[in-house]
């Protein structure tokens, strides 16, 4: 069990530039969940994703952002045109197929600041 | 929908002293409910839950009692430590929406 695993682990880019971050989940996990955090607040949550399927999207994740996960292992989150709103933490977490257990495992997170 | 409030901080205080951080929810059915934390540079992790009324989570030391006829779940220590410090966030699990509900966090500094 090597954790969640996320990168990069910061990113700083221009408004308006396209940026891409990747989450690669405990292995044998087939939930998948994307929140973002600003400072002082707690995560909210943005998708979800059970195997390759996206099954619920937050209305706080605007047209600009789109999450994928082929194949149902690694996943991936885009923000096209950033804006200096979307500087935040990314929080990717992953959880088991028992949906009696709801732990969630965590990675360290993506800081992206827009500039 | 499903919201957790938690008191605010931040909540400074001397070693071995007793910390209590409230935490209140609103759900519907019977969620699960978390005590996550997370230290200086560190991801969130789980340091306690309880699925049902009336069940006691802990670990480390912390404890928190799912209180349903209150909507609470107040995390409590008996005597912090300096490497409590961290922020600690409430949260609830619905099975039917498949997601964590956080509040905002509670930091805590324990002092020597």
């Known amino acids: 069990d090597t954790g969640v695993s996320q990168n990069p682990r910061h990113k700083i880019t221009k408004r308006g530039q396209n940026v891409t971050f990747r989450c690669d989940p405990i292995s044998e996990h087939n939930r998948l969940y994307w929140y973002r955090q600003t400072l002082g607040q707690g995560p909210e949550f943005l998708t979800y994703?059970?195997?390759?399927?996206?099954?619920?999207k937050s209305r706080l994740l605007s047209d600009r952002f789109s999450a994928e996960r082929p194949k149902g292992s690694f996943s991936t989150l885009e923000i096209q045109r950033t804006e200096q709103g979307d500087s935040a933490m990314y929080l990717c977490?992953?959880?088991?197929?028992?949906?009696?257990?709801?732990?969630?495992?965590f990675g360290s997170g993506t800081q992206l600041s827009v500039l | 929908g499903n919201s957790v409030t938690q008191m605010e901080g931040p909540v400074t205080l001397s070693e071995e002293a007793f910390l209590t951080i409230n935490c209140t929810y609103t759900a519907t059915g019977y969620p699960s409910l978390f005590w996550y934390v997370q230290y200086p540079g560190e991801g969130l992790q789980l340091l306690l839950k309880a699925t049902k009324a009336d069940d006691k989570g802990s670990n480390k030391g912390f404890e928190a009692t799912y209180r349903k006829e209150t909507t609470s779940f107040h995390l409590e220590k008996g005597s912090v430590q300096v490497s409590d410090s961290a922020v600690y966030f409430c949260?609830?699990?619905?099975?039917?929406?498949?997601?964590?509900?956080f509040g905002t966090g509670t930091k805590l500094q324990v002092i020597p």
């Open positions: 994703f059970q195997n390759e399927a996206q099954l619920e």
């Open positions: 977490a992953s959880a088991g197929s028992d949906r009696r257990n709801e732990k969630l495992f």
């Open positions: 949260a609830l699990y619905s099975g039917g929406y498949q997601k964590v509900t």
